[in-house]
């Protein structure tokens, strides 16, 4: 019988080998999961990722054993921790997602064009029988190893030399990444100058000609003890290297002087805050995978707690893993961190560049920053001895990927909780349902932080009833109340934002006389009216028509626009209200190079002092000025046809009313809407989340959705309709074969049928909890075609 023999089954980069990359390759005795290996694939060779190593026999291969090849050699300073490995494979499972596809996310980036071959010897005297080229050879080998790259070749006869004593297993090869230069290795820091006044009269003076700058300085304001790379600098500001370079130039981004390191001393933790840390520091002590719901109001301290607790565990000798929503990845985030924890700090960032971001993946991997700072994506970081995890933020919608492998943070991170017996600390001042709900059930201990740690109150908020007004047609986009406190506010020399959650002038055009409505050829909804572009655009794959004039179903001349945008706001501002300098902020202002920067900096500054906006305007920056914020329409994400509309208008809604009274003077909101009794709405103006919590989680229970089922969206999508239906139906058929436990909804179109000539239907799972999902990838195998692609998205956040 056949001795066995060892493999490694190597998993490759997806984009470069596909989606399925995992090959099987004859392993060396020294071989170890997670390390990184030079692999052949085909007539090149690549970086490939152990995944596993096992003993066969070799007719269990599926191919002839003279077909196997070997790893070639080990790549020095790329291995992966064994728990990284094993989170890869919980992400594959958990999304059912292919593991390359997976892996991908804790590949570190850049390594392509920094990998060296390495020669080096394997003895330290040099044995007899040797030629006179390969004595010299091995001598200098013991000397110094040698380095091959792509810049510097090897004379071919010290090449010939080193191959002969390679056979005779006198020198090996390794491969190691380059180290970088010293310029780049050395880094300059800059941090903003402590002279207040200096940065608020450049803010002042170049709002207008400068706005990239300012908008820089006031991201950083409030970080002053803190240095930063100019990588980071470029992310933070999201700006180019010109505009750091005018900004060094200004004296306004100066070196920290050598040695001087500024260290606040910590606020002393209230009651709450100590019972909180003290909790939290019981369980990194004891090792234990508790999890806990921070609740309290905004400004409550939590950072304070989860930075208490930090100290902790790098006590201890563990890491810390802060993960934040990726719109909260902030300068003065980062600061906070780094004025606690130095230079044992790390933030690994997508906007950072390659090289950054692979320096600070390296310093990971060694233990030089035991504390890394990111958002979800930082999960993957390569961490081998975690005491504390934080989830900051932990209702926001970007801890969901969207894409594959569409993974829930959450999940994840209790995974790697569980993995190495450390606290997981979920924080927010509106939790998500199924949080809280689990806090309530005691599956996680909730903490509470009911008082605000500084003096600022939260605003007072008012609801506007718009029904008695659209009763007797006297509606316009402000109400009496909301144009009054307007006009006071302006008055007074104050600022104020007001919120539409919707672009454009109007959402539709119709015509009058025959009711046709002008809608995108692409995809299955209404176009908008962009007056000052005079066009109708689509907002999901921008196809844009000019403005007609005549309808072209009956040639009729009553076209008009319907619906209320934030264009339309600020024109009716510009129309109503003589002090207003009004401005507006969403994504068509954005995406125009350099309008966001203008923006910002120029209501700053006071030169402007009406913000239009929508979502874009809820979170960021904090403008002391603003008194009042005005909703214009909270129905609209009340009318989402999605079972966490509610939950997601509650939050926003407490979000945009946080955009008041962040100064020293009191703020007020005011919300306009057509449901005034509705329990999301009444309960942002109460800042009481526990009261819309208990009304909601009772309707949830009763549609059967999270927290009391966990959901599988199946999704079809082709260019072709009947295709579409076809497979769609298949694929209910086969889950309800399948999965006779569960309750199968659908096929139905989704909410958006039509989405850049793919046509989309789907079906909803609903599992009873701690169901496996491995069922539903069983049920649909095979059953993606070239026409229809099938896409499945466990515990999804969207279900558009």
């Known amino acids: 019988m056949a001795e066995r023999i060892l493999v490694a089954e190597v998993g490759l980069d997806s984009r470069l080998a596909g989606s399925e990359a995992v090959y099987t390759y004859a392993a060396q005795m020294d071989a170890k999961v997670g390390e990184a290996w030079m692999v052949p694939l085909g007539p090149r060779r690549t970086v490939g990722y152990v995944l596993s190593i096992k003993s066969i026999f070799p007719q269990e291969l599926g191919f002839p054993a003279e077909h196997l090849k070997p790893l070639e050699s080990r790549v020095d300073g790329l291995s992966l921790p064994a728990a990284t490995i094993e989170l890869v494979h919980e992400t594959a499972k958990q999304t059912l997602t292919p593991l390359p596809i997976c892996l991908s996310l804790a590949t570190p980036p850049g390594i392509k064009d920094r990998l060296v071959k390495v020669w080096r010897s394997t003895v330290e005297e040099i044995p007899a029988g040797l030629s006179t080229a390969q004595d010299e050879a091995l001598r200098g080998l013991i000397a110094k190893p040698l380095t091959e790259s792509k810049g510097k070749s090897i004379p071919q006869g010290l090449m010939n030399a080193l191959k002969a004593l390679k056979k005779r297993g006198l020198v090996e090869t390794v491969t190691t990444l380059q180290a970088r230069s010293q310029r780049a290795e050395s880094g300059a820091k800059y941090q903003i100058t402590t002279d207040g006044k200096l940065v608020d009269s450049y803010i002042t003076k170049h709002a207008k000609k400068r706005p990239a700058q300012v908008v820089t300085l006031m991201r950083l304001q409030g970080s002053e003890a803190v240095s930063f790379s100019i990588d980071e600098l470029k992310a933070l500001g999201q700006v180019s290297d010109a505009t750091i370079k005018s ?155 969207e894409n594959a492998p569409r993974y829930q943070t959450k999940r994840l991170a209790g995974f790697l909780a569980e993995k190495f017996g450390c606290p997981l600390v979920l924080g927010s001042a509106t939790p998500s349902i199924e949080s809280f709900y689990q806090a309530q059930a005691g599956e996680i201990s909730l903490l509470r932080l009911p008082t605000r740690a500084a003096t600022a109150q939260l605003p007072e908020v008012f609801i506007e009833d718009l029904r008695e007004a659209y009763k007797d047609r006297t509606a316009s986009v402000f109400s009496p109340s909301l144009a009054q406190a307007l006009t006071e506010t302006l008055e007074r020399g104050e600022q104020a934002i007001l919120f539409l959650n919707r672009r454009a002038f109007a959402p539709f055009v119709t015509c009058r006389d ?73 994504r068509d202002v954005a995406r125009k190079k350099g309008a966001l920067e203008d923006t910002i900096a120029r209501f700053r500054t006071g030169d402007l002092n009406v913000l239009v906006g929508t979502q874009m305007v809820a979170k960021g920056f904090d403008f002391p000025n603003v008194t009042l914020v005005g909703v214009i329409a909270a129905d ?138 491995a069922p539903v990838a069983k049920a649909l195998e095979g059953l993606s075609t070239g026409q229809v692609r099938v896409i499945t998205d466990v515990d999804p956040f969207n279900l558009n």
């Open 636 to 773: 609209i994400s009340l009318n989402i046809p999605d079972f966490r509309a509610s939950e997601r208008t509650f939050q926003l809604l407490s979000q945009v009313a946080g955009r008041a009274g962040r100064g020293e003077r009191p703020g007020k909101v005011i919300i306009q809407t057509l449901s005034p009794a509705h329990p999301a709405i009444l309960m942002a103006q109460l800042h009481d989340y526990e009261s819309f919590y208990a009304k909601l989680i009772q309707e949830r229970r009763e549609a059967k959705y999270p927290p009391f089922y966990r959901l599988v969206n199946v999704l079809f999508t082709g260019a072709d309709r009947k295709a579409v239906y076809e497979v769609s139906a298949v694929g209910g058929q086969r889950l309800r074969l399948g999965l006779p436990e569960a309750e199968i909804l659908g096929p139905v179109d989704c909410p958006l049928p039509k989405l850049s000539n793919l046509y989309r239907r789907h079906v909803l799972v609903k599992l009873a909890i701690g169901s496996e999902t």
């Open 514 to 586: 025959c009711g046709h409505k002008f809608e995108c050829p692409h995809c299955a909804v209404s176009l908008s009216l962009h007056r000052k572009d005079k066009k109708l655009r689509c907002h999901h794959c921008d196809y844009q028509m000019p403005v007609p004039e005549i309808c072209p179903t009956c040639d009729g001349e009553r076209v008009s626009a319907f619906g209320i945008g934030a264009e339309r706001v600020e024109q009716a501002v510009t129309d109503q209200f003589p002090l207003a300098k009004v401005t507006r902020l969403d």
């Open 247 to 401: 900004l060094i130039a200004e004296k306004l981004l100066v070196e920290p002087e050598e040695g001087h390191s500024v260290h606040k001393t910590p606020p002393t933790p209230n009651n709450h805050q100590g019972i909180a840390i003290q909790a939290i520091s019981q369980a990194i002590s004891s090792h234990t995978a508790e999890r806990f719901l921070l609740f309290g109001v905004t400004g409550s301290g939590k950072t304070e707690v989860f930075l208490r607790c930090a100290e902790e565990a790098l006590q201890a000798g563990r890491q810390v893993l802060y993960l934040v929503p990726e719109i909260a990845l902030t300068a003065q985030v980062i600061a906070q961190l780094r004025e606690r924890f130095g230079e044992r700090v790390a933030v690994l960032h997508s906007n950072l560049s390659p090289g950054e971001r692979m320096e600070n993946w390296l310093r990971v991997a060694s233990g030089d920053a035991p504390v890394v700072l990111g958002p979800r994506s930082a999960l993957f970081a390569p961490l081998s001895n975690l005491g504390l995890i934080v989830m900051d933020e932990e209702h926001e919608a970007s801890y969901k990927q």
